[in-house]
Nanobody
């Protein structure tokens, strides 16, 4: 069982930046996959960024060049740095991980609006 806790969401104006975090209760080096998904209002959950077991990071086309995913093994925490935020980035951001089973965090709300 892996527990994931997101934090750092909030309200930001278009063009602003925000960093959200996902703290795991296990060493993140054990996890085969970690990533972020977003669920906008009335929408399905979509992939934002994903780091695979080989270290390759995949980003959704809509966030390439603006979002950066990183991790801190010492803190068992994964981050998503979001720059030049747009209203369409609004949604609940969920942390996702795979060890053997899949795990989800509870989500953190990000709202981009003027």
């Amino acid at each position: 069982q892996v527990q994931l806790v997101e934090s750092g969401g909030g309200f930001v104006q278009p063009g602003g930046s925000l960093r959200i975090s996902c703290a795991a209760d296990v060493s993140i080096s054990r996890l085969k996959v970690m990533g972020w998904y977003r669920q906008g209002p009335g929408q399905e959950r979509h992939l934002v960024a994903l780091i695979l077991e080989d270290g390759m990071i995949k980003y959704a086309d809509s966030v390439k060049g603006r979002f950066t995913m990183s991790g801190d093994n010492a803190k068992n925490t994964m981050y998503l740095q979001m720059n030049n935020l747009k209203p369409e980035d609004t949604g609940v951001y969920y942390c996702y991980a795979v060890e053997i089973d899949e795990y989800w965090g509870q989500g953190t709300q990000v709202t981009v609006s003027s």
